[in-house]
């Protein structure tokens, strides 16, 4: 039995959808974004922050165990269990020895960096994936996230040839990821891949600032501003998805 660290659960009301959602995050994150709203959840192990240590080891068994009181719930009036972090596919095998035991809607909320056996492997355990794809110009995306963005790209082509559901979701990053090239470029991709069911542009949060302070940390990202894009101004500019939603939530 394979066991992991999680550095919270909890439900909630931000994902779309009836019933209950309840989300897991596993600790670790293969990217570090400069606008990252989860800094607690980037280093794989425990984290120290002002508030005392953050993580929980879980064995898979346990972390079923907690989850499994939710199911009759879910199963009554809908909603899903959401793996999340940080990147839950930096702790792969916890996180399929967990998948493996529930019988629930999972859905995977994942940056699609991971390596393609890693990636394929999780697919037919999941209903629905949210796949973040943040910037398309690669020298862009590994200056404000430290990877290259290939993998990510490569990953989700192979989600088409899965038919798995996915919603993509972009953080609108004022100058950085909300420009009109970069967001043509994804509308491009959502337009090409049939299985992608909505495209949402989350608007970033800055009160996550608190995290960070918490933690001795420095957000890398200063701006406190939000993004100007809307559904109006994509159109007036060519954008024209059909998919698409604008959500005023951290991302
Ligand atoms: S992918 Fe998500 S969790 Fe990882 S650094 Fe970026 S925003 Fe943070």
Aim: hydrophobic share 40%; aromatic share 10%.
């Amino acid at each position: 039995m394979h066991s992991g660290i999680v550095f919270d659960i909890k439900e909630l009301t931000v994902y779309d959808g009836p019933g209950l959602n309840v989300a897991v995050f596993f600790k670790g994150c293969p990217l570090r974004c400069w606008w990252c709203h989860n800094p607690e959840g980037l280093e794989l192990g425990y984290t120290k922050s002002q508030n005392g240590i953050i993580g929980t080891e879980y064995t898979s068994k346990d972390l079923v165990h907690v989850l499994e009181q939710y199911v009759p719930i879910q199963r009554r009036l809908g909603g899903s269990l959401i793996f999340s972090g940080g990147e839950p596919l930096m702790q792969h095998a916890f996180l399929v020895d967990t998948l493996t035991r529930l019988r629930s809607n999972i859905v995977l909320d994942t940056c699609g960096y991971a390596d393609e056996e890693v990636f394929h492997s999780i697919l037919p355990l999941v209903n629905l994936v949210y796949f973040d794809l943040k910037l398309l110009d690669d020298v862009a995306h590994i200056y404000y996230t430290s990877k290259s963005n290939q993998p990510i790209l490569k990953n989700i082509m192979w989600l088409e040839k899965c038919g798995v559901p996915v919603i993509i979701r972009t953080p609108l990053i004022p100058k950085i990821t909300d420009t009109l090239p970069n967001l043509r470029e994804i509308a491009r991709i959502v337009g090409s891949l049939p299985n992608v069911t909505r495209w949402e542009l989350m608007h970033y949060n800055p009160f996550t600032r608190s995290k960070y302070e918490a933690l001795n940390m420095i957000c890398p990202y200063q701006e406190t501003t939000q993004s100007e894009i809307d559904i109006p101004y994509l159109e007036m500019n060519g954008i024209l998805c059909d998919k698409v939603e604008v959500l005023r939530i951290g991302g």
